[in-house]
């Protein structure tokens, strides 16, 4: 496959000022900009010409700021459900698993939607570069970085807080080229980030980028891609749980170059994002319909991060401010933020399985609890199309099947380690 690729054509454009420029690399942001602002990709091709299966998630390859495909990729598969539809009463419920469920041909082998990030970014990162992707992540992201990397032998440093390395399991053991720092025990997520913020200032280390990268929310936007051209038009309603909100913006986005393409219809998807409760700052500062995220004491944060079972909602500074983020797709698109409680998901994980026969991460049964209240409460047309995205799922029937490793840390760092000492220790890595 990778032979009949050619580097997909796209320029990058600013979402605040609409100037448009080449990416001349690694580009995150736009040059000569002080406004913090989103970036986008601009494809060549108006229209999007989905390859078939084989070529996993680069059969959306049109729409991914790519200059080559790696092996291994899985795409989105999305299905019209029975079992959770008829529960519901809405005659044009779709899932879009992301996760492994060999039947339905979802073959990610880390469960999580997270795989459709990594393999483009990946895929738009020079490997003659002689640099070092480096990736923070509090877990899910963390695994399908590690997993994609080392299948394709990309050096990768990962940032990660001790008390969440259990989260770095995996079916076969991760090639050398991969290599895991952590944040020592007590420390959180945003520990894990200053530290690789730090490796970033060092020459050999390049940062991944998060919601900034076009090439993170492109690779997520497969999953409202898959949903359209399956089902053959652009949904009324996306429900997905989220954390930072990216693969809602990434769904936006999606759309509005959807609506472009001409054949999938004019509407915008209502977006329904939600959160865990009590972890609920997307939902307080859209409530207060402030653009700006309402002030979080980091300790009351620390505590309702404890208490929420979705741990990878738990982003207290997510890209919903910045211009061409959570805020303005959600303004654009209209929508809400619901929440559901760790019994509410757990209950609509139970369901989920019983309905559709796989079991689901909790953020995605966080997802699937908001859309059964919301859908109860009446609030939905029946023959309404709705798309949920299930961001993660088969984990238990994958273990079942495969013998578990765990990647063990190389360095356990202080939460604020000297420069000279981090050095030293990177150079002995890399």
């Known amino acids: 496959m990778s032979q009949e690729f050619k580097p997909t054509e796209y320029i990058l454009e600013s979402v605040n000022t609409s100037k448009q420029f080449p990416d001349m690399g690694w580009m995150l942001d736009a040059p000569g900009e002080e406004k913090p602002s989103l970036i986008r990709a601009i494809y060549a091709n108006k229209q999007i010409n989905v390859k078939d299966s084989s070529f996993g998630i680069y059969r959306f390859s049109d729409w991914l700021p790519i200059n080559k495909i790696l092996k291994g990729s899985s795409a989105p598969v999305t299905y019209k459900s029975k079992g959770l539809a008829n529960y519901l009463g809405l005659e044009n419920l779709y899932i879009t ?19 459709t990030e990594a ?28 997993r994609v990397c080392s299948d394709n032998n990309i050096p990768l440093l990962l940032c ?14 991760i090639n050398d080229c991969v290599k895991l720092i952590v944040t020592r025990s007590g420390s959180d997520y945003f520990d894990a980030i200053h530290l690789s913020n730090l ?9 991944e980028g998060g919601a900034k990268n076009v090439a993170r929310r492109d690779g997520m936007a497969t999953t409202m891609l898959s949903a359209t051209t399956h089902i053959g038009r652009i949904p009324d309603y996306y429900f997905q749980a989220v954390g930072s909100g990216t693969g809602a913006i990434a769904a936006w986005e999606a759309n509005l170059r959807l609506i472009e393409d001409g054949r999938f219809g004019t509407n915008k998807a209502k977006l329904m994002v939600s959160q865990n409760s009590p972890f609920t700052p ?15 004491d980091d300790d009351t944060a620390r505590k309702q991060v404890i208490e929420i079972d979705a741990k990878v909602l738990s982003n207290r500074k997510p890209p919903y401010p910045i211009v061409g983020g959570l805020y303005d797709a959600m303004k654009d698109a209209g929508g809400d933020v619901l929440l559901a409680d760790n019994k509410a998901a757990a209950d ?20 699937v609890a908001t859309l059964i209240d919301y859908a109860k409460s009446g609030k939905i047309e029946n023959n309404a199309v709705v798309m949920v995205n299930i961001t993660g799922g088969g984990e238990d029937r994958y273990k079942s099947q495969h013998k578990v490793t765990y990647l063990k840390p190389s360095v356990v760092f202080d939460i604020d380690p000297d420069m000279e000492t ?3 220790e990177l150079d002995k890595l890399f």
């Open 97 to 115: 698993f992301s996760g492994y469920w060999p039947e339905k041909g979802a073959n990610m082998k880390t469960c999580s939607f997270k795989e």
């Open 119 to 146: 393999y483009s970014v990946a895929g738009r990162f020079d490997h003659n570069s002689g640099k070092v992707l480096v990736v923070a992540s509090a877990g899910n992201t963390a695994r399908a970085f590690a």
């Open 160 to 173: 990660v807080p001790e008390d969440n390395i259990n989260a770095l399991w995996f079916g076969e053991p």
């Open 199 to 207: 490796a970033c200032q060092l020459d050999k280390f390049v940062a």
């Open 282 to 296: 997307i939902y307080d500062a859209w409530k207060a319909d402030s653009r700006n995220m309402l002030p979080l």
């Open 348 to 367: 609509a994980a139970k369901l989920f399985f019983e309905l559709e026969g796989n079991d689901i991460h909790p953020a995605a049964s966080v997802a």
């Open 422 to 424: 981090l050095k030293a």
